[in-house]
């Protein structure tokens, strides 16, 4: 079964602000996948606390994705796509 990647309302507003494309997000969650399945991939993943509890991030240069995992029905639910200094607001 392949793995779903969903966007929040958030995260895809930020997507269409900046002009980006869904693979700018996309992209990063695929090798958050292949990491977790065992795959050596160099992605910086930090699992989050506090008011993210349950949720972790992945840099993506200047920007943040904050990313939810549901393992049994193999979902990804970005969450937040921002600067680092407003992802975690």
Known sequence: MAWEIGFSKQAENFLKQHH?????????????????????VAINIKRLSGKWEGCSR????????????????????IEIIDNRSDAYR
Do not use: D, W, Y
């Not at 240069?61 to 639910?77: A, C, D, M, P, T």
């Open 20 to 40: 980006l494309p869904s693979g700018f997000a996309i992209e990063p969650i695929r090798k958050v996948i292949r990491r977790l399945q065992g795959e050596i």
């Open 58 to 77: 992945v840099r993506v240069g200047k920007n943040r994705i904050i990313f939810s995992i549901n393992f049994e029905k193999q979902i990804v639910l």
